[in-house]
Structure formats: C-alpha cells, structure tokens
C-alpha cells in the first residue's frame, strides 16, 4: 500500500495532543495531578521523569486503557480512546507482548487482521524498524532489543498520525539507536507527532522538540532543550585570579563567579565572551583560554528531580 500523504496543513503545527488538567487517584494515591501537554505535527516531545513518577499512568490515560480521575486527554480534538481517535495512534507502552512461537513477520499479520489493516503494511512495517530480514524468525528468538524495534513496527502498522512510545530504544545497540532516532525524526517531519518517554536522556537531547518534565506526578518543567537546560556560562582559565574577581564584580554585579584553581566559572551570556575579556587584559589579568560550558539535559533533569524529590532522584525512567 502506498504511503498515505500527510494531510494538508501537517507540517504547519496542527495540534494533535492535549491533555487538560489531567489527574489520576488510586484510593488515597494521587499519581497524577493537574497535567497539561501540548503535542504538535512534526514534533517529538520527550515526556521525563524518575521511577514512579506518573509517566506510565499518563501514557495509558492518554491511550484510554486508563479512565482519568480528573482533567481530560484529546487526540485530535476527540476524546482519549474514542474509536477514531486509536485509529489515527499507533504506542507501545511498557514492554511489548507478541506470541513467541510465531515470527515477527506473523505476529504482525495477526495485528493487521485484527485492526483490519492492510497485510502489505507489515512489510512496510518491518522495513521501517530494519526487521524485514529478521521477520521469519521467532519472536522467542528475538533479543531486548530486536523485540522493542518489533514493538515499534506494531505501532507503525496503521500509518498513524500519533505515535506514543514508552522506551522505544531500550536494548538497542548504538547502531540501532541511531536508525531509530532517524526513523522517529523522519516520522515527525513526514508531518506524524511523536510522544517519547525514554530514559537515554542524551538522546532526547538531541531528538526531541520539546521536553515535559513529570515528577510525582506533577509536570515541573516544559520547554525547548536549549530553554530548560538555561543560558551557559564562561570558563575562563587566568591569572592572577584576585583582580579579575575584582574586574568581573564590577563589570557584571550579581554573576556567579566560582574559582576551580586557575579555571574561573562566571555565570554570564556567552555572548559578552570578548567584552569580558577584554576588561580582563585591561585590568592586567592574563586569559589563557574561553570556552563555554553549558548544563546537559541530564544535569538540568537531575537538578529539577532532586529539588522536587528533597535530592533522592537519581534512577531516570
């Protein structure tokens, strides 16, 4: 079957994927409270958080396999788990169950017969997570990894518009990893929105659009990469380092400055680099070398856990 063409106005930021206010209790338990998400066409979002943080209850919220307590999920303006709606998502949440004594390839056909798709879709499918050559042999067989990408071809089958993926690379070797991050990219920008929970942050910080930050079951954090990780500061390595305190404290009242040694941290716009070195060599400072450090996303992540959590988050999931 030929590729559907993405609808018009796909790649221009159509919303796929709102969540209003969405909770969830379990008797006293409340895991999810007050989440609100935006998803566009053409977007990867990387949904984070620590173990137990709520990222799986809201996925499945998300897919209607759980009744929300409170809030609402809509996807493409119709209720989560409408008919309609689960025919336009494709997901894989949690670890993928097929039969183990059929093989990839039948396991996908006995999918496509009940969603009543296409049977040239599994080949399409296969070829997509680089399986086609694997899809004879038994799922049984099949290691961690070739069963997520397997996983995947499942959520691929209907050619959704949606695709909700709970750790998609888990297992992959680094070769898998990267065909996979292309694949998800491809798919975002053929006009498909992508909802990715993963625990390889460096991935997500090279993949995703956007980043939503959930611990106990609150969102703390949403935005860009570059916007979460905050502006990077200066490292500067100089002598003596007493006047060039004294310079950067008055040419930049407030900024952080830490000494390391030799090596300065001055908490300040990268974009001043040449201005600040220059009132460094004026002031008789000797500047060796600039350079930038800018938190990772796993630093910032940490960060925002810890400060939430009261500094007991460090298992990413």
């Not at 099949?142 to 695709?163: H, N």
């Not at 949403?222 to 404290?249: D, N, Q, S, Y």
Request: proline share 5%.
């Amino acid at each position: 079957m030929a590729e559907r063409a993405a609808p018009p106005g796909a790649l221009h930021g159509e919303e796929l994927l709102r969540t209003d206010k969405l909770g969830k209790r379990f008797g006293r338990l409340t895991a999810v409270e007050g989440v609100d998400l935006r998803l566009r066409r053409g977007e990867v979002l990387g949904f984070l958080g620590p173990n137990g943080a709520g990222k799986t209850t809201t996925l499945r919220m998300i897919l209607g396999l759980v009744r929300p307590s409170s809030g609402r999920a809509e996807i493409m303006g119709l209720p989560a788990g409408a008919p309609d709606a689960l025919g336009r998502t494709g997901s894989l949440v949690e670890t993928p169950a097929f039969y183990p004594y059929l093989s990839g390839r039948d396991n996908l056909r006995v999918l496509a017969r009940q969603g009543r798709v296409p049977e040239a879709r599994v080949e399409t499918a296969l070829g997509m997570v680089q399986l086609a050559a694997r899809g004879a042999d038994r799922f049984a067989h099949y290691s961690l990894g070739m069963k997520q990408r397997l996983g995947v071809a499942a959520a691929l089958l209907k050619d959704p518009e949606l695709l909700v993926l709970d750790e998609p690379t888990n297992g992959l070797d680094p070769a898998g990893l990267a065909a996979m991050n292309r694949l998800l990219r491809e798919l975002a920008g053929s006009g498909k929105g992508v909802l990715l929970s993963s625990h390889q942050l460096s991935e997500v910080e090279q993949l995703c659009d956007r980043v939503a930050v959930i611990v106990r079951g609150r969102l703390i954090a949403e935005g860009t990469v570059t916007e979460l990780r905050g502006a990077g500061t200066l490292l500067l390595r100089l002598a003596p380092m007493e006047p060039a305190l004294r310079c950067l404290a008055a040419l930049l009242p407030g900024a952080a400055l830490e000494v390391q040694g030799d090596l300065l941290r001055l908490g300040a716009d990268p974009a001043r680099a040449a201005e600040v070195v220059r009132a460094l060599v004026a002031a008789g400072v000797d500047v060796w070398e600039v350079r930038v450090a800018e938190r990772s996303l796993e630093e910032v992540f940490l960060a925002m856990s810890e400060e939430q959590e009261g500094g007991s988050a460090r298992d990413v999931a």
